[in-house]
């Protein structure tokens, strides 16, 4: 067994003394007009001592008063007239001046001899040596003691490591920092208090190897106690653990009647969801029990303070603290599954209260971060925060452009393989998107609900001129459009799975049928509500007043004569999913049928010896296209393979274009 070296607090108290020694503040009290025959002990408080805030500190401070003798000799006006000082700074100075029954404008007598029977605050050394229970507290680690978190973050920034590390400082000290307040500086001088302690005391000895030396005293020490306890050893879930916990604490802490004790379990239960139900506000607490929840507040904080201090044995719940650990990132659901294949829990737990009461039993885990993506929540480790962030940006951001992605897409970001997630949470974390599907079986293709979707959009395009497609030349014809990026392009067997998840459709011999043109995954609207632009629709016109089929030079002139530019028919040529090529120089609209039309279309016949047209004469005829057969000097040459529009000539005649010219129909 360890023998517990002495160790003692050193401890400053006062004296009385005839003179002061203090020369810089006798010399600035010597320099004022004086007038009051009595001189306060009071006066040699220094102003840090005063509970008041750093801003009025910092310009008193700058005005080099430094003690309460030096501020009580400056008028209301005088202290108004400091920079950075207004009406709030004076009202809190008066209010600490009356605390100890002094005001402003004091004026004190120069000729009387002011140091006669003045009180010295001198260092005078008291030894005390402590007990285990100060030192067991002393020894433990700011995170652990039961300091509200405000007051521990404020200590942590400020260096303390230990509880101990706390007696370093001054009241002054814990002012000057940003994030402790009155009520924080309070809370920590009351845990010193109830410790026999005060905020300067020195211990002696006191090094880094006795710290750990007392660690694993009261370790040990605390092991032999729970040997006697065989209770907890036959527990197997968390379940039973915190029941456990939660029972010997109330009945350890709380002399009250067996009501209040359950009213105080119950609270704590409703609160952090753990009777397999969501956690509970306050105020749906407090309306169960008719108070104010502020109450449940006050009763929930009390509890957990003695949580804090009651240390009792948690194997179930530091074996669950590594599973997380070693988890992280995860989903809860997915959390709950694995604790439930280890055995180690029997109901779902809502884990961000979990990690709560991880932190209430001092059970060792790290800062953890919570992010909920579509009602799904993401456990992960704090500095892993951004990168989860950017992964789920990129993938919302590259679905839109291209309507599907890739999870080796996912897994090529930065994010991923510098931070090791591993592909099992990937998954899970693209599965979390809302109307999510897997295109292939392999999982490597993704799709998911967005309010727009490229791919979407040009399937639209197409399903409004017919619903019924050569299958391979509708994916062709799609996959051409430039603005989809080929690293996206799919394979036809995950293109017809994703025409599958994204609309209804069939598959018949060659063709794809879509029995609806609206979509499941996206909506149809388009750029400002229209799928079809107003070009676009210009080319379905013409289409079909003049085809469907038409040969490039017919197409153009008749887009030109529409108000299409050149541009704009490149375009259509080379990336348009409307527009088909059938030959080199013979286009129709994707999916147009050509069958019953060509059932209707007349054979005519031109001779080239008789007289020409210019283009430019002859205007085209809406739903008059023939198949033409060219003679020669009466000789037949040849049958044109496509059908062409009808022009008309002058005085009601009808002619053809062929090689550049109109020629006029013959008998």
Known sequence: ???????????????????????????????????????????????????????????????????????????EKDILSFPNSGRKSLQEIKYELSQINLTLGIKLDKERDLYKNIEEVAEYKIKHKLKEEQLKILV?????????????????????????????????????????????????????????????????PWNEEIIQEY??????????????????????????????????????????????????????????????????????????????????????????????????????????????????????????????????????????????????FSVQIPAIKIFQINRKKIFFLKEQDENIKKIIKSITKILPKTGVCSTAYVKNQKEF?????????????????????WIDSEKKWFTFYTTRSRLVNLILKVTKNNLVFKFKNFYENIYKNYRLDKNFKLSENNFKAFCKIAFDVSFENDNIVFNSSLPKIAEANGVSGNIISEKEKILISVFRDYGPILIYEDMVNLLLINGITNAHILQFTQFS??????????????????????????????ELTTRSFPLSQCTYIKNKQVY???????KYLKTLNYPRPLREIEGNHFGISYEGKIYPIIN
Not at 58 to 66: A, G, H, P
Not at 145 to 166: E, F, P, Y
Not at 417 to 437: A, G, Q, R, T, V
């Open 1 to 75: 067994m360890l023998v517990l070296p002495d160790i003692y607090v050193l401890k400053t108290e006062s004296i009385q003394k005839k003179t002061f020694l203090e020369d810089n503040l006798n010399k600035k009290l010597d320099e004022k007009n004086i007038n009051n025959k009595n001189f306060d002990k009071n006066f040699l408080i220094k102003i840090d001592d005063l509970d008041l805030p750093i801003r009025v500190l910092n310009f008193l401070k700058t005005e080099n008063i430094n003690y309460v003798g030096e501020l009580i000799q400056y008028t």
């Open 140 to 204: 433990k680690e700011i995170r652990n003691t039961n300091l509200s978190q405000r007051s521990i973050n404020g200590l942590l920034n400020i260096g303390c490591v230990q509880a101990a590390d706390i007696l370093k400082f001054q009241i002054s000290d814990l002012k000057r920092m940003p994030n402790l307040g009155v009520s924080s500086i309070k809370e920590i001088e009351l845990f010193l208090k109830d410790m026999n302690l005060e905020f300067n005391d020195e211990l002696a």
């Open 417 to 437: 393989y510098l931070n090791n997630f591993s592909d099992d949470f990937i998954l899970l974390l693209i599965e979390s998107f809302p109307m999510f599907s």
């Open 215 to 360: 660690r694993v005293y009261f370790s040990n020490k605390r092991k032999s106690e729970l040997d006697n306890i065989q209770n907890y050893k036959n527990e197997r879930t968390i379940d039973e653990e915190i029941t456990r916990v939660l029972n010997q604490t109330v009945n350890t802490f709380f002399k009250v009647n067996n009501d209040f004790k359950n009213r105080i379990l119950e609270i704590f239960v409703s609160r952090y969801g753990l009777d397999d139900t969501p956690p509970k506000t306050l105020e749906i607490i407090g309306q169960k029990f008719n108070v104010t929840r502020e109450r449940i507040r006050q009763i929930e904080s009390k509890f957990v303070a003695h949580l804090k201090k009651y240390e009792l044995p948690l194997p179930m719940l530091v074996r669950a603290s590594k599973i997380i650990i070693n988890k992280l990132p995860f989903f809860e659901k997915e959390m709950n599954e694995i604790l439930k294949k280890e055995k180690i829990i029997e109901q779902n737990y809502d884990f961000e209260s979990l990690i709560k009461i991880f932190e209430i």
């Open 628 to 634: 033409v057969e060219v003679y020669k000097n009466r």
């Open 577 to 606: 999913p409307l527009l088909g090529r059938i030959d080199n120089a013979t286009y129709a609209l994707t999916g147009s049928n050509f069958s019953e039309t060509n059932k209707l279309v007349k054979t005519i016949k031109i």
